[in-house]
């Protein structure tokens, strides 16, 4: 499906992608709040990664569903927005982790693994509803990058929290918040150049 179109399947496939992007937005919309509570709480740069990405992803959800019965230009103009909040979140985290480093501290390895956990297991659950759309076009396909790059941040932050608690340091915290921002910066390359290629085909 690449553009817009007014038949019955396509308003259909429309209808089912909007039913999933409300309920991953929801998802992430609450995650966002208890886990940004619990980052602050436990101190920890990686589960704030984690926070602000879960924020993102619900902005990108909402962008999403505006764009879902849009042609393709709109579509590759959203998802070229999506790359960009990405790399905003990339630099958020980054400073967070220039903060630390200025001023070290040693995260609460239990908030850390409790809420990457819970964290896990509500970003698995949207990427089970996104599975099905991730091949429709570049407005899904975006969307899906950001549910996956969820699995692999959730999973850092709970390895993280296991070395916090083995070494009693901060720096395992902050090696994976770095990490991290690696793994936002590449996911917000590939979004934005998908995006601009896009455009570049409805020239």
């Given at each position: 499906m690449?553009?817009?179109?007014?038949?019955?399947t396509c308003a259909e496939l429309q209808g089912r992608q909007r039913g999933t992007l409300w309920a991953?937005?929801?998802?992430?919309?609450?995650?966002?709040?208890?886990?940004?509570?619990?980052a602050f709480y436990g101190r920890s740069t990686a589960l704030l990664s984690d926070s602000l990405d879960d924020l993102g992803d619900a902005l990108t959800y909402g962008l999403s569903l505006y764009a879902v019965s849009r042609g393709a230009a709109?579509?590759?103009?959203?998802?070229?927005?999506?790359?960009?909040?990405?790399?905003?979140?990339?630099?958020?985290?980054?400073?967070?982790?220039?903060?630390?480093?200025m001023t070290p501290t040693v995260p609460v390895f239990e908030v850390m693994g409790a809420f990457s956990?819970?964290?896990?297991?509500a970003n698995l659950f949207c990427l089970f509803l996104l599975w099905r759309h991730?091949?429709?076009?570049?407005?899904?396909?975006?969307?899906?990058?950001c549910s996956?790059?969820?699995?692999?941040?959730?999973?850092?932050?709970?390895?993280?929290?296991?070395?916090?608690?083995?070494?009693?340091?901060?720096?395992p915290d902050i090696l994976v918040a770095?990490?991290?921002?690696?793994?936002?910066l590449r996911s917000a390359t590939r979004v934005i150049l998908?995006?601009?290629?896009?455009l570049r085909l409805q020239r």
């Open positions: 690449s553009g817009c179109c007014c038949d019955d991953v937005l929801g998802v992430n919309a609450v995650m966002f709040l208890v886990v940004v509570a619990a709109t579509k590759a103009r959203v998802a070229l927005f999506k790359g960009a909040l990405i790399f905003l979140a990339a630099c958020g985290v980054a400073a967070q982790i220039v903060s630390k480093l956990l819970m964290s896990l297991a991730r091949h429709e076009d570049v407005n899904m396909s975006s969307v899906w990058e996956r790059n969820d699995i692999a941040t959730n999973l850092s932050v709970v390895v993280a929290a296991g070395a916090v608690w083995l070494t009693g340091a901060g720096w770095s990490c991290l921002v690696v793994l936002l998908s995006a601009m290629a896009g």
